[in-house]
């Protein structure tokens, strides 16, 4: 295959993550990813990302400046780029029509006005990456022949030789889907081993050529039956479903937990039970504290922007539901806290371990432990957080309304027990498994308690040493 230039808007974890593999894989071609942000190509640029992923530094170091660049030079990075890859933030609206519903797009659009500025090449191949809301492939499209058109009129207005001859070579633009399905934690694994890798494109020639271009990137490790080709619409679209339909899997394992608690059944067990069958499955089955992350929240939103558009209310409450059995879990799991521990969390000071929304990421956004932990605070409670990769300074940015004195970050478990009523177990790390449960005991105050919002802590070992352990789905002190 012939070298390609290939750039990438968008440093952050997919924009980084996705080029890293890429670089990695195709040793023929150059990748160049432009941020607006300096210091997140400066961390970049010194081998120190400003992400927590594992095997991404030492992928990083195999291609950094060899094939791979990272820079804010989006003038020179784009005039001969021959695809072009968007993968900005598409977070969800905080003002206006549709708040806290539609997407704000304003990212994907001044990447649209760099592009339609600076990007010089014949032939342009706009890749769409980032997660956005159906029908934003022909939004970038329609963008982008019209200010090709207006450059082109503005050119004819003042027609010498060298026009006449550029104006043959028109520009032919096309904009393709291409979603990325990357998890957090596993984001490297998952590149290069992807399960399927979606393209999507119009049908015309060019249309055609591009989607052949952009396979013909991947060919190097991803088999060719692992790439599926669809119109633009249900790519999207799919990408939408596939986090819909993972987060809704979570909230049904959680409904099912509120009633295992209530009759004595035990959600482990169920889920075991259920998902041996092949047409359920076992994944995505664990109950928990509630889902988290900047993505399956999103997502659904925009589902139900979509569905509100197009007038199908039954469908749209549907997939609401999925959120606020979501929002329902988090916060009865925050009220037992406060139920279980005398109705009363004033000055008690309470241990919670894990911030990020998973295990294996320092990511913060979105995570479940966000309103559990302000529920606590606005109860008065001190907590004292630690977790093994969470930045200190995104806690804090992420908790609102306490005072100082109730915020104490903490570099260990050990450190963090000291005197506290209640160990509360909110992200998976595998860490947490390894506790030592004794120690912790003697540590804390008494009676002591445990609520563990990921099942992991072992509840006959945990009740054995004398505490009082709540699992999400499990009776009562049993
Ligand atoms: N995080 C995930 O697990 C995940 C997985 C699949 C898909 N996605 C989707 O991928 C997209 C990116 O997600 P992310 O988590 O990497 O976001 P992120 O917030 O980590 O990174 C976005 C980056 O875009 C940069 N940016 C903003 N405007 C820019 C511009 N005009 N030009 C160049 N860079 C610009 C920001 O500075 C930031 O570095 C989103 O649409 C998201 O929904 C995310």
New binding site residues.
Partial sequence: MTSQKVVC????????CTQVVFASKCKTHDFYV????EE?IKGWNNFKPN?YEPGLNKLLKTCLNKNLFFTTD?ENTLKDATLIFL????PTKQRGEMKGIGTNLS?IE??CR?IAKYAKNEKVIVIE????PVGTAQKITNFLQEYNKNETENEKENENETTKENKKKQKQIVVLSN??????GT?IKNLQHPDRVLIGGPNTEFGKYAQEQLKQLYKGWVPEEKIFFSNTWSTELS?LTSNAMLAQRVSSINSISQICEEIGAEVTQVSKNMGSDPRIGSRFLNASVGFG???FE??ILNLIYLCEHYHLYVVAKYWKSVLELNNHQKLRFAKNIADTMFQNLENKKITILGFTFKKNTD?VRGSAAIDVCNYLLGEGAILSIYDPKAKPKHIKLSLKGYNENQLIICDSVSNAVIDSHALVVLTEWDEFTQIDLSKCYQKMIHPSYIFDGRNIINRKSAQKIGFNIYSVGFPKNK
């Fill in positions: 808007l968008g440093a952050g974890i997919v924009g980084g432009v941020d607006i942000d997140r992400y989006f993968s900005v933030g598409t990212y001044s990447c760099m990456k980032s997660t956005v979603p990325e399905f990357l998890a957090e984001a990408k992350g900047s993505c999103k997502d990511d």
